[in-house]
């Protein structure tokens, strides 16, 4: 069985932080949703820093309700403290905590179809009840994991999407208890600034990818490879035109970090790469190229486990976390996909998807 992911990547993402690495040393770093996809390469890499980089190690406590961590969430490394802990209750922590990573979410669109309400109430309640975990202790940042669906289906003279772009959501539709949710959240980030003076920043994710999704994801990329390995044709729902921009792992995880550290309080940043921006149909020819055989393709509909009205484009305008934060993704498509394919081979079975 393959690990949740690849040393070499938690080794680039420590050289890509290089010296700005230790300002964790001696620190305690809450993490919620610490199993998920994110937070398994949080943990490794805080893991890597104390093994490799800190002279004193930091402290990392896991805090996750495994609602949709699945096999791998199980699989905490590096002997961290983990608490079992639904955040929708409130937390409490009986040791000093400097650094806070909100990344407890559902995220899959397959996952907030089936826990709405779950999916609503842990970016609006279980942020309000790690915000006010916050005030408690002498914080120096707390990153509170939105999201690009924040923009909803973006006018396409907004795209690539800046911070500043207001969105184009219906509070309605079927994702909008995961679009309106994480606005929410960004708003009480916004008054917890204001009010009490937490330090929050804000990264807007768009669709990272990387070793350690889990085959029972549903996000299209670990749909795609689970279909390559199980030799069946892949699945493109609707047109097929809507697209789509993909950020390797190693790119966003260095950039979440440089939010955390150096984000401006009460500020959001899009964390992506922006180039290229790609439909679903080109991605299947693109991972064509990576695995080297054709790949037979269907066009099929919507299948009812997937939230209609997605968004046609979404391509990040990243110029804010450039110019502010030093940010800059390295790993091309290409060679993500190479990464995150042969990982995947190791890793899944092909038996997940009918
Ligand atoms: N990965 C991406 O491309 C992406 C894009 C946009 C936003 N995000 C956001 O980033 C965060 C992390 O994403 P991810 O890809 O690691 O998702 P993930 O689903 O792999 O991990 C989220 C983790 O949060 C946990 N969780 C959910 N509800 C909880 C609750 N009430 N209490 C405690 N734990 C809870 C889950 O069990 C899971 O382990 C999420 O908030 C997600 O919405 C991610």
Redesign the pocket.
Known sequence: MAGHCLETDIKEIADRLGEEARRFEGQTVLL?????????YFSSVFGYFNRAVLASPCRLIV???????GKL?ATQADGFRFIP????QPLQIDERIDYII???????PY?YRKYPL?TL???TI?TKNILTLARQHPLKGFLF?????IYGDPDPRHVPTPESYRGNISCLGPRAC?DES?RLGETLCTIFHQLYGVPTRM???????GPG??EA?Y?VLPNFASRIIGSKPLHIYGHGKQTRTF?YITD?IAGFLRVLLHGGHGQAYNIGNPSPEVSMLDLARILEQVIGRPLPLELIEYPDSYPADEPQRRCPDISKAVLQLGYKPQVSLQEGLSRFMGWAQQAYTGSQLS
């Open positions: 919620c949703g610490g199993a998920g996809f994110l937070g398994r805090c996750d309700n495994l609602i949709t961590s969430g802990h639904d955040i929708i909100q990344a407890a979410g559902i995220a899959s996952y779950e109430e842990v970016a279980g994991f939105s999201s690009s669906e995961y994480k990264a807007r994710p768009f669709n990272v990818y999704m889990q994801d996000r950020c966003a």
